[in-house]
């Protein structure tokens, strides 16, 4: 692993292929707002750990990822063994695509993506080692570029949910730094922020790992977006002043009757509008939709180390040792507290099972 020194945001993407070198070049997030580095990622061990360790997280950017690993894998395996053949190739690729699926359980696109690849895989792997690798590699790259016009269209529908001037509250990081480009959540806000809409963000801060201090506020701040950061408990009071009109998130898988996994927290918001009668509208790309999953509790939910909790980001640990600790990483959103999904191919409303079946007709009929 190899890493660049500090640079400015605005000039690197979140993740990128860099073939020349056989790496994935990431911004390390874990070292955001401080020092905006990127980091090359050689390895399938080094590319597991930076999802695991949240340097390279968020749903779409994890996909995005997963998909370059599934590539970079192949790669090394036909440089190292140029005359492989193709069932060895194949139980190879099988071995690291399962590897790299363990590194986290609750984003689907994680799944998705690896899955995507390995159909493209199959389907091609009688050809010859080089046209593999060139299929592998464009299926990839279009992986992002599609996370890129997906967030657009998803930006488009969201921002005609919404007025000039109204505020917006957002919870953890589904941002820019969470995909290829605009994100999913910030879609919106950063499409009316080139419209002259002037949204008023707030950004829940996010515990434990303040994803929403370090980062939404961290790059909704740098592109000149007039946000305000709070405590994950201020939403009520916010709420209750008036000041937010809609909450957009993003999501880690939602299920088929629309129940949402997210950030942790996010379903105290979605409790919280409810009581202030704010609609609450859920970003997601059709990736994330997973119809295989028929509702929230069927979604696993990634229980993270409890030193995220006692002892991250304060000078001295501020539990006592040995306490308890419950650190679970997403929750789950009851789809009775969703006003929307915001996909590509517009809003679903409920009841969400019908409304996706004629999302994913319309996605068959136009590609995004
Ligand atoms: O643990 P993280 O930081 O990967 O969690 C990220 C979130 O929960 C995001 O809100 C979600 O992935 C949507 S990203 C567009």
């Not at 399962?98 to 159909?119: C, G, I, K, Q």
């Not at 640990?317 to 306490?323: E, K, L, N």
């Amino acid at each position: 692993m190899s890493s660049a020194q500090n640079t400015s945001f605005h000039e690197i993407e979140t993740v990128l292929l860099d073939d020349r070198d056989s790496a994935i070049v990431i911004i390390d997030q874990t070292r955001l707002p401080g020092e905006c580095i990127t980091v090359s990622l050689h390895t399938q061990a080094e590319i597991h750990d930076a999802i695991y360790r949240l340097c390279v997280r968020g749903a779409p950017a994890i996909g995005i990822t997963a998909g370059m690993a599934y590539y970079l894998a192949a790669k090394e395996h036909l440089t190292a063994h140029p005359d492989m053949d193709a069932d060895t190739l194949s139980s190879c690729l099988a071995k690291d695509k399962a590897y790299m699926a363990s590194a986290r359980p609750t984003a689907v696109n994680l799944f998705w993506a690896l899955d995507r690849m390995e159909r493209v895989y199959l389907a091609n792997r009688t050809k010859p080692n080089p046209d593999i690798l060139s299929v592998l590699r464009a299926e990839c790259e279009e992986i992002r570029e599609e996370d890129i016009r997906v967030c657009r269209a998803i930006g488009e529908y969201g921002l005609s949910l919404v007025k000039p001037g109204d505020g917006i509250l957002t919870h953890c990081n589904a941002g820019r730094l969470a995909a290829a480009k605009y994100g999913t959540a910030t879609a919106p806000i950063y499409l009316g922020e080139e419209r002259g809409y002037h949204f008023r963000v707030f950004a829940d801060e996010t515990r434990p790992l303040l994803q929403g201090a370090r980062l939404t506020a961290y790059e909704l701040h740098a592109a000149g977006v007039d946000v305000t950061l709070i405590c994950d408990n201020m939403s009520a009071a916010v709420m209750k002043q008036g000041l937010i009109q809609a909450v957009f998130v993003g999501c880690d898988r939602v299920a088929a009757n629309g129940d949402t996994a997210n950030k942790i927290g996010t379903s105290v918001v979605a409790c919280v509008a409810k009581e202030y009668g704010v609609p609450v509208y859920i970003c997601a790309p059709t990736a994330t939709i997973d119809m295989n999953c028929p509702t929230g509790a069927d979604i696993p939910i990634e229980e993270r180390k409890p030193e995220e909790v006692t002892e991250l980001w304060y000078e001295t640990r501020m539990a006592p040792d040995s306490v308890k600790v419950y650190n679970p990483a997403f929750d789950v959103t009851d789809h009775t507290l969703i006003a929307g999904i915001v996909t590509e191919y517009g809003v679903a409303r409920p009841p969400y099972k019908e409304a996706f079946e004629a999302i994913f007709a319309e996605k068959e009929r136009r590609r995004v």
